[in-house]
């Protein structure tokens, strides 16, 4: 490991002022993600501006449900949270299946969702990778991917995002509160990603400068009819194979709205809007839920050896919402 | 040969190093720090699978502050031979494997050793590498032997004859892929030099061998070398033999004058321990109508690196397990540009059983006689190659016991039908086994003025509660209380001993310490009971006189698994076993062994794959977060039963071991539930949602 500067932001301001003149600073939140990157040399920084401690530490309910949540929340905090287990349950639930109850006790909000993607050779500094060292190659493509996108993804990259709960949240319409180098602004959760197309090397349109203050959550009056399922190589504590979040707003067997976004399928939490733009208005059946899966799921183009994943997100996606039928 | 009247054998005896353990005192070979000047060294892999090491230029390393020193084979010293190549450290160019120790460096620091490990410059030649194995590889050959000592191939009456005219035949091809050594403390060592004599504080399955390995590198007289391991957190056969870490840590040790620290990362243990080989297994069974076999036909395609031949003893459980005149076992090798297998839990035994249970589950479909049934029509008389008597073999009774605690009389052996909810459920059954061996080895009793007794033996107690049961056992020899015993084991000063290995722990090392304790009493009794006395013993003799039987314990295993209808995801809901292995020694130490095992087993069914990464030709996903082992939710019941079991023709104890045979046939019994639960047949381990979801 590289040695470095270790400091504590005592307030927003000073965080980012700490940030913006280094390009070899970084914000450290519960240190999951990044301490294990700089074990393995993925990460390099010269200086780490501790935001922890930020007081960005609780979470507000609105009477409607709305919440507006910390960034230095702890992962397990959120996901025991009254209000969010009443209103948002499949938050609760994606915070929960995510990690162990020990990484889950360190993890921020802010920190999740910039964690970095688990693809093996991302992790391996002795091979190629295009999002850790741009025009090396990318060795997934033709090499072990079984885990990796089947949309979203490019010739440059085929890595997927690792959170369970950034899915939830891309559901719900998340906002992200931002203090940057000009001052505060929001943005939309899912446009916080962006797709690697010829440039990987960014998971986010952020500045390196921009600190994730809080992430607001409105209200959603089915948001109580919701659900996170996640599909895993293990019954604990391994990444998804594919998961996907949906809350679902039915009257009189029609479907009036509803909220759907993929895990573990994209370089991004997808939102799946196709599929729920076939589902409004549409009978509340099996038949409807599989043609909005595959309205979705159309554009996929998995690789050599994840096929698999496509109709196991069909299944998933008909299975969550039929149950939310039921609920 | 009598059995020893027993008072502590056989019951619960707490471990006793319970309370250094649960209180953190116990100290493992990474925490002894024989001086305040301890250094660290660590270990610089290579990058490319094939090829020679140019040059390493150190320049960049050593001028960190706090760095003593880089060593390669351009400044190492010379070693004296190894017979295994793996250990000549630094004393070729040659690279044979991705993840091979091409340098270590030494610094005052460990995170300084790190970040100096990274900054070495290693120079290539680098040479197209061969990393994948497949049964028509041309450079698959037949080995001498397979491991440790068993004939390569076995023939007896006209297998492919009798396969020709059988009324019913299955003719299946299973895989395995490579599977990973990862017990939880990682290989260690601390090494120091004193007095022109090496000591070594090191985490292995066996001092003695550890010791003599090392003497042989260093040039040094056994005597002058110690190795003291009094805990050691699991091996499985990983820590069986020395591996590289401990040379470098001596080697090191030796360079800077210091003591020395070597520990694995978790993902160095990828390449560097030892794992079991990818294998490739047809399996040919020709049989009559009701299930009885006329021929068993089985062949195994293994790796092996080119540094050493490991051959694995995939078959050798066929040559022993099921009555046919006609039989055959075979197994052929690739050398390919990959580290070094080597032994994982029951090598041999776990995969080859994997096999041949799944053949036998899909024969008893093919004759539609229950799978139970059908292994008892097979069940032999003697041993089926060797003609010899068994000392004892309790297969149909566990199989019985098991099924009947299990609930398996009502089952319906139709695939695919039974639904709960979005699941659909299943169980099966498969039969486990794995040789008794018994090795040579020396330990000393001694009559301590305060009327307690001490017994010494380089016994290596790997978390197995190896020290524990000797307690115990000594305890009944000498006619005493178990609290009278001290027990000292894993340190290479104490009396020669055989490895924790092979499941021969208890039986070999228990020998010693019965007749060491035997002898003990004689010299008491003839000198009127005057304290201190000492005896020793050596069970060579005895150990080559012993009677020519087949030796092996059994078992049965069951598992009920339900697999969703929607994602594929398969979960083991129970798992019970029933062995037949002696007498157990301690009822609460064996249970945990064999849970254990059955759990290594699931995971071996379910998860564990090393995935080659065919362009660089390294096990790509080398960490637990990417290599799956089970965590606590996929092992929700687990139960463990034994026959009574008496044999008297094994050792003073009359036990088998225990170790090894609970991971023997677990992947068979899930993936033969899986079969039932769902109609779709998987021969290719583990058993991934992939293959299901559809």
């Known amino acids: 490991m590289r040695p470095f500067v270790y400091e504590r932001a005592e307030e927003a301001r000073s965080a980012v002022a700490a940030v913006a003149d280094r390009p070899d600073a970084m914000y450290l939140g519960g240190g999951t993600n990044l301490v294990d990157l700089m074990r393995l040399g993925v990460a390099e920084p010269a200086r780490l501006v501790d935001v922890s401690r930020l007081p960005y530490d609780t979470v507000g309910v609105r009477p409607d449900g709305a919440l507006r949540i910390g960034a230095a929340v702890r992962n397990s905090d959120l996901a025991a949270h009254p209000a969010v287990r009443r209103a948002h349950p499949l938050l609760a639930q994606a915070l929960l299946a995510g990690a162990s109850g020990q990484v889950r006790n360190m993890a921020t909000v802010g920190g999740n969702l910039l964690q970095r993607t688990r693809c093996a050779y991302f992790q391996d500094i002795t091979k190629p990778c295009n999002k850790r060292n741009p025009g090396s190659g990318c060795p997934a493509r033709e090499g072990d991917h079984r885990n990796l996108a089947i949309i979203g993804h490019s010739e440059a990259c085929v890595a997927t995002h690792p959170s369970d709960m950034a899915v939830a949240l891309a559901a719900l319409d998340a906002v992200v509160h931002l203090e940057g180098r000009d001052g505060p602004r929001t943005l939309p959760l899912t446009e916080l990603y962006r797709l690697p197309g010829d440039d990987p090397r960014r998971d986010t349109v952020l500045d390196p400068a921009d600190l994730i203050t809080e992430v607001t959550v409105p209200a959603l009056s089915f948001g109580g009819r919701s659900h996170y399922r996640k599909v895993r190589d293990r019954a604990s504590f391994a990444f998804a194979v594919v998961s996907v979040a949906a809350a679902l707003d039915v009257a009189g067997g029609v479907v009036r709205d509803c909220r759907i976004a993929f895990g573990a399928i994209a370089p991004v939490p997808w939102r799946a809007r196709r599929a729920e733009e076939a589902l409004r208005g549409a009978p509340a059946t099996e038949d409807a839920f599989a043609a909005a899966a595959r309205a979705e799921l159309g554009q996929a183009r998995p690789l050599r050896d994840n096929a698999f994943k496509v109709p196991l997100a069909r299944n998933l996606l008909v299975r969550t919402l039929t149950e939310l039928v039921v609920a | ?694």
């Open chain 2, 1 to 694: 040969m009598t059995v020893t009247p027993t008072r502590a054998v056989g019951t619960d005896f707490d471990r006793v190093e319970a309370a250094e353990k649960v209180t953190g005192t116990a100290r493992y070979a990474y925490e002894h720090a024989p001086d305040r000047d301890t250094v660290y060294a660590v270990p610089v892999q290579s990058v490319i699978a094939r090829g020679e090491v140019v040059n390493v230029d150190t320049d960049g390393a050593l001028t960190l502050p706090g760095v003593i020193a880089a060593v390669w084979h351009g400044n190492a010293p010379r070693l004296g031979p190894a017979d295994d190549p793996e250990l000549a450290l630094f004393q070729s160019r040659r690279v044979a494997y991705r993840g091979q120790l091409v340098a270590g460096v030494i610094a005052e620091t460990l995170e300084t050793a790190r970040e100096a490990a990274r900054r070495l410059r290693v120079e290539y030649a680098q040479e197209p590498h061969d990393v994948v194995l497949r049964v028509d590889h041309p450079k698959m050959y037949k080995p001498s032997k397979v491991n440790p000592a068993y004939p390569t191939d076995t023939e007896y009456g006209d297998p492919d004859a009798a396969l020709e005219k059988a009324a019913v035949t299955v003719d299946l091809t299973y895989s395995t892929p490579a599977e990973h050594n990862n017990p939880m403390e990682p290989h260690a060592t601390v090494a120091v030099w004193e007095n022109d004599g090496l000591v070594v504080y090191d985490s292995n399955q066996g001092s003695s061998a550890v010791r003599d390995t090392l003497a042989g590198l260093f040039g040094l007289p056994p005597d002058a070398v110690r190795v003291i391991a009094p805990h050691v957190g699991g091996g499985f056969g990983s820590k069986g033999t020395p591996r590289p870490g401990v040379v470098l840590a001596a080697l090191a040790a030796k360079v800077t004058g210091r003591a020395v620290k070597v520990t694995m990362t978790r993902q160095q243990m990828f390449a560097l321990v030892g794992y079991r080989t990818p294998i490739i297994q047809r399996v040919r069974l020709g049989a009559d109508e009701d299930g009885t076999l006329r021929a068993i036909v089985h062949d195994a395609f293994e790796q092996t690196s080119t540094v050493q031949e490991f051959a694995e003893q995939t078959t050798t459980p066929t040559r022993i397990m099921y009555a046919a005149p006609n039989r055959r076992t075979t197994h052929r090798l690739a050398p390919l540009d990959v580290p070094t297998p080597s032994w994982m839990r029951a090598p041999g035994e776990c995969p080859g059983m994997f096999a041949l249970e799944s053949a036998m589950d899909e024969l008893a479909i093919a004759c539609g006689v229950d799978p139970i049934e059908l292994r008892i029509r097979n069940e032999p008389e003697t041993d089926p190659e060797s003609g010899l008597p068994f000392s004892s073999r309790n297969l149909v009774a566990c199989l019985r016991e098991g099924a009947a605690r299990f609930g398996w009389a009502d089952r319906d052996p139709a695939p695919g039908v039974r639904r709960e909810g979005r699941r659909l459920v299943g169980t099966g059954v498969a039969a486990a086994t794995y040789p008794a061996y018994r090795l040579p080895s020396r330990a000393t009793a001694r009559a301590e003025p305060d009327g307690g007794f001490t017994v010494r033996i380089a016994a290596a107690d790997i978390g197995t509660g190896a020290r524990t049961a000797l307690t115990q056992i000594a305890a009944d020899a000498l006619r005493t209380a178990p609290e009278r015993v001290r027990v000292e084991v894993g340190d290479s000063a104490l009396p020669t001993a055989s490895l924790a290995g092979g499941s021969s722990g208890t039986a070999s090392w228990g020998t010693a310490v019965v007749r060491a304790c035997e002898a003990l009493l004689r010299e008491l009794d003839r000198y009127g009971g005057r304290r201190p006395q000492e005896a020793a013993a050596d069970t060579t003799a005895e150990v080559e006189a012993a009677e020519r039987l087949s030796r092996h314990a059994f078992g049965a295993q069951f598992a009920e698994v339900g697999v969703d209808v929607d994602t594929g995801e398969v979960r083991v809901s129970r798992l019970l076993g029933v062995f037949g292995v002696g007498r157990v020694i301690n009822p609460k130490t064996a249970r945990s062994q064999f849970i254990g095992g059955m759990t290594m087993g699931l995971g071996m069914a379910l998860m564990e794959e090393g995935v080659m990464d065919v362009e660089f030709g390294d096990y790509l996903n080398h960490d637990f977060a990417q290599y799956h082992i089970p965590a606590c939710a996929d092992v929700p019941d687990i139960e463990v039963h034994w026959v009574d079991e008496v044999d008297d023709r094994l050792n003073p104890m009359g036990s088998k071991g225990i170790g090894e045979i609970g991971i023997v046939g677990t992947a068979a019994a899930v993936a033969n539930a899986v079969h039932h639960a769902t109609g779709v047949r998987v021969r290719d381990l583990p058993i991934r949602l992939d293959r299901l979801v559809g």
